[in-house]
């Protein structure tokens, strides 16, 4: 028993400092990169539900709802915005016990009847599963951007 410990320990410790590499990201055709079939990311583009997550929706224009939006990124903890155009933000986060990178992207398309629309994808670099830390993320971010 406590050699598998001592594994699991040692297999924990190298991990440390994975980043991973720096996916393909970005918009293409109007839409956010499609999440993998792994359960570590989630998009509000997405077909699948268990890879579904809400957009963010804010009355107002898409400069305000970007502004926020940075002001908001700018706030988090281990986060570093990465990109910031008029209608894309990417960000990436890095976790605080094993230094794992998460890359979070925001898609502002332009805005229909006053109300901006913010897509969202946000993925971890490696690995399978995320233990819902992705969507605890944007959940928080979602509770900050109505603030």
């Known amino acids: 028993m406590k050699k598998k410990i001592l594994v699991l320990l040692a297999s924990l410790i190298s991990l440390t400092g994975c980043a991973g590499t720096t996916p393909d990201l970005g918009i293409k055709k109007g839409a956010l990169t499609p999440c993998p079939k792994t359960q570590n990311c989630i998009n509000s583009q997405a077909v699948g539900e268990k890879q579904y997550i809400q957009p963010i929706h804010y009355t107002g224009k898409q400069m305000e709802a970007r502004a926020r ?15 910031a155009q008029e209608n894309y933000i990417r960000a ?6 094993f230094r794992f990178v998460d890359d979070t992207e925001f898609y502002l398309p332009e805005e229909q009847t006053g109300e ?6 946000s993925a971890s670099r490696i690995g399978s599963f995320d233990f819902g830390a992705n969507r605890k993320r944007i959940e928080r971010i979602r509770s900050k951007f109505y603030k």
């Open 92 to 97: 990436e986060t890095t976790s605080a016990l």
């Open 69 to 83: 939006l940075l002001q908001i990124l700018d706030s988090l903890k281990r986060t570093k915005i990465i990109t």
């Open 116 to 121: 901006t629309v913010i897509h969202i994808r």
